[in-house]
């Protein structure tokens, strides 16, 4: 059974730097085809793909945030982390992490999800 | 960047009833394509990946169809579990996310 779930900080303030955890368990992100990545939510909005890392330590990052982001893996804990520097109220959000293993060449969809974890920026 | 536009917004329908989704691309993505439904709450659930592919669980009363910029979800004899929103998302490039249609109880 794949699970994931994602923890962090649910109140950071502005221009501070967001850290986010996703401990998963039921698959590993050491083989070959499977990536994890990160989504956002803001409240009543749509969604927003973020990071994603594959199993060949391979990344991507939404262009349109690509200088705020850092996404790394620790197959030994099963944890992706996420960072976001510079938080703005613009970023409060629900922040999802999630698994996949379908994929173009350039970009992937996801199978499995975490609950999300809500963070809200503000002073 | 790669827009996605889904149409309508809001859906209003009866249990029974038959529902059409589309989605369209601001450029071609081939078939990659994917329709997720989400309940307030929780995350998303995906349904179709590909354009046209079944997840697995998923009711064979949701199917997709369409490549390059237009797309469709199709939901067949609508149930009460599938009053929920939709989202699109293209993964041709990176994976952007169309704005997401509501289907309410008519």
């Known amino acids: 059974q794949i699970t994931l779930k994602e923890s962090g900080p649910t109140l950071v303030k502005p221009t501070q730097t967001l850290t986010l955890a996703c401990t998963f368990s039921?698959?590993?992100?050491?083989?070959?085809?499977?990536?994890v990545g990160w989504i956002r939510q803001p409240p009543g909005k749509a969604l927003e793909w973020l990071a994603l890392i594959y199993w060949d330590d391979d990344k991507r990052y939404s262009p349109s945030l690509k200088t705020r982001l850092t996404i790394t893996k620790d197959t030994s804990t099963n944890q992706v982390v996420l960072t976001m520097t510079n938080m703005d109220p613009v970023d409060t959000a629900t922040y999802y992490c999630a698994q996949t293993s379908k994929h173009s060449v350039y970009g992937t969809c996801f199978d499995y999800w975490g609950q999300g974890t809500l963070v809200t920026v503000s002073s | 960047d790669i827009q996605m536009t889904q149409s309508p917004s809001t859906l209003s329908a009866s249990v029974g009833d038959r529902v059409t989704i589309t989605c369209r691309a601001s450029q071609s993505i081939s078939r990659w394509l994917a329709w997720y439904q989400q309940k307030p709450g929780r995350a998303p659930k995906l349904l179709i990946y590909?354009?046209?592919s079944l997840e697995s669980g998923v009711p064979s009363r949701f199917s997709g169809s369409g490549s390059g910029t237009e797309f469709t979800l199709t939901i067949t004899s609508l149930q009460p579990d599938d009053f929920a929103i939709y989202f699109c998302?293209?993964?041709?490039?990176?994976?952007?996310f169309g704005q997401g249609t509501k289907v309410e109880i008519k």
């Open positions: 998302q293209q993964y041709n490039t990176y994976g952007t």
């Open positions: 039921g698959f590993s992100l050491t083989s070959y085809g499977v990536a």
């Open positions: 590909e354009a046209s």
